[in-house]
């Protein structure tokens, strides 16, 4: 459960959120360019738990999307699990 929770994209996720949040707390108005951070970094989540999403799956031998970054190493992720 660590190595999916403690990911490096799940981890610069959560920081750039903390980050945007300290900048919308000076009151200032809201721009456009505060709507345009806060949905790359809804987009940057997504990407972060959709890749843990397809590492659980693919550890687990279930078939994953051709688009996906861990796809091609099903196997070895397969085995590493079957090791443990």
Do not use: N
């Amino acid at each position: 459960m660590r190595k999916y929770v403690f990911g490096t994209g799940i981890i610069t996720a959560v920081t750039s959120g903390m980050a945007l949040l300290r900048g919308t707390r000076d009151g200032a108005p809201w721009t456009w360019r505060q709507a345009l951070a806060w949905l790359s970094w809804g987009i940057t989540l997504a990407l972060a738990i959709g890749t843990i999403v397809d590492t659980y799956r693919a550890s687990r031998g279930t078939l994953i999307a051709e688009d996906s970054p861990v796809h091609g190493s099903e196997q070895k992720l397969l085995a590493k699990r079957l090791k443990r």
